[in-house]
């Protein structure tokens, strides 16, 4: 069915190019390397992140999960970056459900814990915004997360995005279901 609206990027917006390294705010966002793997390791066996990713990873399976960046960025849904700080991984950054055509996407984070309390979080995101909307074109980023995660709420804030409201009952964690905070990053804002 056709569209009566322009999609407000075309497709070919990401594919036609290789994914970008993003410097910014004193780290640089780049593609995940193999040679990635035990911070990727590292990250998933973390509590706090555990806590609010609901997942843990084997090497053979962050091996995979950093296999599987590529393939998305070439079909244009997702993109994942290593945010690196004096040449060390020291968190992960995405940008999920990306859609062209409606010129969205959502924004993700991690830190592993050695790097916390510096900022790396907002720091990161700042980039990847600028990216995202300055470069890409994309006009709206969003960014859940739940209310129990304060972090996450100042991270949002620190950035830019503005609370939009709560999405109840939306995401399932280990202790059961949680209330999201919504918030977004307009071209315009």
């Not at 593609?31 to 992140?49: E, L, M, Q, Y």
């Not at 843990?56 to 690196?84: C, K, M, N, Y």
Request: charged letters at 20%.
């Amino acid at each position: 069915m056709p569209l009566l609206t322009t999609p407000a990027l075309p497709p070919g917006s990401l594919s036609t190019s290789a994914q970008p390294v993003i410097d910014g705010e004193g780290l640089r966002l780049r593609p995940w390397r193999d040679t990635d793997v035990d911070a990727v390791v590292a990250g998933f066996a973390d509590p706090a992140i555990q806590r609010w990713h609901c997942r843990s990873l084997s090497r053979d399976e962050a091996l995979d999960w950093i296999a599987q960046w590529p393939p998305r960025w070439r079909a244009e849904t997702d993109a994942g970056w290593a945010i690196v700080e004096n040449d060390q991984v020291v968190g992960q950054t995405g940008l999920r459900h990306i859609s062209l055509a409606e010129g969205l996407g959502h924004v993700s984070y991690w830190v592993l814990p050695s790097a916390r309390g510096q900022r790396i979080a907002p720091r990161a995101l700042t980039a990847l915004t600028r990216w995202s909307i300055g470069e890409l074109g994309l006009h709206r980023l969003e960014l859940s997360h739940s209310t129990h995660n304060a972090a996450s709420c100042r991270v949002a804030q620190r950035s830019g995005y503005l609370l939009e409201g709560t999405k109840r009952s939306e995401a399932r964690h280990t202790d059961g279901w949680h209330d999201m905070h919504l918030h977004a990053h307009l071209a315009t804002d």
